[in-house]
């Protein structure tokens, strides 16, 4: 069984806020204490604000400038749209920069590496609690072909990103079709069925899952070569 | 809180078998009763195979003759992958033909209408244990620029397929940037991370997500006209 929490509670972050003690505290306000295997799902808005990845963008135009320079490069482009790849390799609109839930007249950016953002936040929730963990940033992102948007994982540690069930077979002993279960993503996607986007709860908990791993972000980075949709 | 049980022992399906007595049945033995609120996952295999949409597939040259059958649209073609539109508009590789965890010489192709199906399961189970559930009928895609696999919904009853939170601000009174959570394909892939591909655990239940309405498969379909990647 595997069991989702909210961790409401979490104040508005500001640069250098010490966000392990700040997620602990709202954890232990939820009546819940840290367990071994645990993975503590964060949106990469509050690690970006402790980070001070924020910039000034007053104007549309300011944010505009603010996407052409977060973006590696521009995939598509219609109207205000942009789709970008970020540095990171990401695909997604806008090169993730965000004005929602943040202050007035700023936006929040990625994370410049969310993989060593997360083993922070690890280290200094497992020294807290004494437990091995795990950490997922997460955004929002949309998707080809599908309406909606889903939460994803944009950096982790101790952590599976992919389960690699490749040579794996079914009860027939054909090989299974579907091999490389994306469960970074699921888990962002779980964590995200409890945090909500107009309720400001930034990080959840998730228990039972069993995939505490060494994953990294880039492992979900398709190779652009390898990518029929660029 | 959300909870998540995976529902093993599901014998393997044949056409015409009760699934929602199979389900209940399932539950039982997993010591859970079902709850007012309450979403059944089911993957599309178990019900397909219960609806006899299963098709002789011998040889590959039989498998590629279904994908072409199943295939209302090519989209790429590279080798032996191919990325298909099917009839109810879903963009997944193979036109979900599927020959996995399915008797040999077998395939399985999805529900002709996985919204009925998914209405039927739900008034089945809902009649014999006397609370309002949601079901969910999910299968696992790919997707563009991302690796790995992630389970969605492709059928429901009951159940909210995207929030809409257009016109919600935030705690600034600015427009939120993700107004469209696509929560179905997040409970797909979250019971996805109990069920596991090579255990062939067909069906999981999800309790405590508040998210019972009436969404539609199709709500999760791009429009072809708006999407930038076909």
Redesign the interface.
Known sequence: ??????LPGIPEIAAGDDLAGLILAATDRAGLTLEPGDIVVVTHKVVSKAEGRTAVALTDADYRRLIEEEAADII?R?GDLV?TRTAHG??CA?AAV???????GTAVLLPVDPDRSAHRLRRGLERASGVSLGVLITD?F???????????AIGMSGVV???D?RG?????G??????????A???A??A???MG??D?IPAALIRG?G?LGDGRAA????DPAE????
Do not use: C, Y
């Open positions: 069984m595997i069991g989702i929490w909210p598509r219609r789709i990401f695909i806008n965000d004005r929602s839930n943040t202050p007035a929002t949309g998707r080809a072909w599908r309406r909606g948007q889903t939460d994803v990103s992919v389960l069930l794996s077979t079914d009860h027939e054909r090989e299974l079709s579907a091999t490389e279960p994306a469960v993503d699921e888990l996607g779980a995200d069925l409890v986007k107009a400001r899952t995939l492992d979900l980075v398709r990518d029929f949709f660029l």
